[in-house]
């Protein structure tokens, strides 16, 4: 390897932690168009500790520091390995090619690419080194290509002379390529560059490459979720099981647990999205019910105090009745510069949480970030609630999880509990000012039939067909829909939606203010199969009366045909088997047409609501569940508990 000393005088500062040299002053060529270094891989050295990841995103530098640097366009953006200046903090900073092909090679591939920067024709140059004989050259040169038809913003081009460089055995771009891929569509392909990248990870042992593979392959799933294509599972055993083998080894070591209450710690997800969340809430609830006398709760955040503030204002308002429950919010922020690379800010977020001694961690979800600090266990016992989808909310790495509904627990990914149906308070006491008809685009004297959910819930031609049916059936009903735009009601195909009831349906966009339209609604009708939760708690408790169908408990679980909300929960008369769509409609029709039923109907969904509003019970249960974990039965056997359980509350082992 050929390394420079980088002369300090030529460094500029850009923006945060990033700091700049133009390739210029690197000594490989007479001028800035010198193109030398474009053609290896730049190798950045403080004294004689290597510097990196390579590659990382500008923004990321900028941000995070910690020894991230890319070379880019013929510069080199970098940052210090602790944040300080590289003017003032006394070390020596050289930079460095790490090729494998020959010098001559390496030469004529530096031209080859000075011409594609320059978007003048090199295809003359190229197609010789396009056919060399060794497989890590030819790997080299498709790399390079990447590089330089990236620094053009011809993306397509780019991908591909990456993926060729995949092929052959080098794994650059990753981040770059996964996302260029879930933007084209192409979630297939980008789910067999994870694995590629994965079972390189595995095979060299590459902790770094692991964690980031599972940190971009996660993104990338749910890039596919919000696009209705979902494609691979978040704990698939090749990229999460593969991190998480590899992780086995870095797994921290809590010592003796003391006398005293459990000490248990919830690790809380979706606290920093923009959109409201229940999850964050649903938390809070649980931990304010535990016995002290058993429990000593703690509730972590991987955002900063400042990222909070900024990215979710209603946050302040949590914050503070943690604090008037006497719960302490711990801060152990991820995307804070605690040495860039992504096992680094890891383990330190994870020790920060192993410093408050905990016997058991509960990470609300598996998945990203979240997963990554679970795999190194700071803690005795390592738990979740299940609240949902068992990709989210249970992971094979998990000692136990305790599902608030049956049907995940039926097909948990670790040692599962079904546990009694909790409802949290969230939103529901909320009574904003009502939103009048009007607002909705339906008539004073219609018959309003509401549902609502992200656009996803709302792409199976299933669902349409049975609105259509209503809709032809009860020519006073109107539909109004939150969570999709008129676009995407026009957008309905003719066979599903035809055009004489589409007339009668309204898309009303993405919704924050959704309780102030329960008011002017009737009826709720369950998105289906891809079925809805707490909005439908929320129509219950306000006494409007729900319809849907209840889960087929023989089919596999999977998110896109689960019901959550009469998975907790059936008002009587409101709920029908899978495929009743005559029971269904026959129901819609009778409260269309008779107040008095949609108001009995009403009344027996808000006493449903009522009599699983009880934190207190389920955070009891967990207790006991606690205790008998720390305790170390893995059988969890009938002494765990000595609550026999009941049509509520059911015992710890069914």
Known sequence: MHCRNIDLTRIRHLDGYCWCLDQAFLGWGDGPDDGRAAGGGVILFENDRRLGPAHAMHDDIRKLGG??????????????????????????????????????????????????????????????????????WRAQVFESLGDAFRAREDHDIAVEQYRRAWNLGRV??????????????????????????????????????????????????????????????????????????????????????RDGPLRVGYLLAGEGDQSYSSLPDI????????????????????????????????????????????????????????GGAVVQRVRTAAEAIASHDLDILLPVVLTGWHLLIAALRPCRRLMTIGLGDIQLYTSPILDLSVHLAPKP?????????????????????????????????????????????????????????????????????????????????????DEDLPAPVRARVRGLGWREDILTIYPAVDIVIDTVPFGGGHSLFEAMYRGIPVVGFRDDELLMFREAVWTPAFDYIEP????????????????????????????????????????????????AYLDDVFVAVMRGDPSMSENINSNPGSADFPPLLH
């Open 67 to 136: 020894g991230l640097y890319s070379h880019w366009e013929g510069m080199l953006f970098f940052s210090t390995s602790d944040g300080t200046s590289p003017l003032e903090n006394g070390r020596r900073y050289r930079i460095g090619l790490e090729t494998p092909l020959p010098e001559s090679l390496q030469a004529a591939l530096d031209e080859t690419v000075l011409l594609v920067r320059r978007k003048r024709p090199f295809m003359a140059a190229l197609r010789p080194l396009l056919l060399l004989p060794r497989v890590e």
């Open 172 to 257: 650059p771009a990753l981040a770059y390529l996964l996302h260029r891929l879930a933007d084209a569509g192409q979630f297939q392909d980008a789910y067999t560059l994870a694995t590629k990248a994965a079972l390189h990870a595995q095979a060299t042992g590459d902790l770094e490459l692991a964690s980031r593979t599972l940190l971009a392959f996660h993104q990338t799933i749910y890039a596919a979720y919000r696009a209705g294509a979902a494609f691979a599972e978040f704990q698939d055993r090749v990229v999460a099981g593969g991190m998480a083998a590899l992780a086995a080894s870095q797994r921290l070591s809590p010592g003796t647990r």
């Open 283 to 338: 938390i809070i609830e649980l931990a304010s019910r535990h016995d002290p006398d058993r429990i000593t709760p703690t509730i972590f955040t991987l955002h900063s105090p400042d990222a909070l503030t900024r990215d979710n204002p209603r946050f302040a308002a949590r914050a503070a009745r943690l604090a008037s429950l006497g719960i302490p919010l711990v801060h152990a922020p991820i995307d804070e510069p605690r």
């Open 409 to 493: 627990a039926m097909d948990g990914l670790c040692p599962s509990l079904a546990g009694p149906p909790f409802i949290p308070e969230g939103r529901l006491s909320s009574s904003p000012p009502p939103l009048a008809r009007k607002a909705l685009g339906v008539p004073d004297d219609a018959v309003v039939l509401f549902a609502s959910g992200r656009d996803v819930k709302f792409r199976s031609a299933f669902f349409w067909r049975l609105i259509a049916r209503v809709l032809d059936r009860c020519p006073g009903v109107w539909v109004a829909a939150a969570g999709i735009d008129e676009a995407f009601v026009a957008a309905v195909p």
């Open 572 to 619: 009587p008369d409101s709920v029908f088997e899978r495929g009743d769509v005559e029971g269904l409609v026959d129901r819609i029709a009778a409260l269309a047409g008779d107040d008095s039923l949609r108001r009995q109907a009403g009344e027996q969904a808000r006493i449903a609501i009522e009599r699983y509003r009880n934190a207190s019970a389920v955070a």
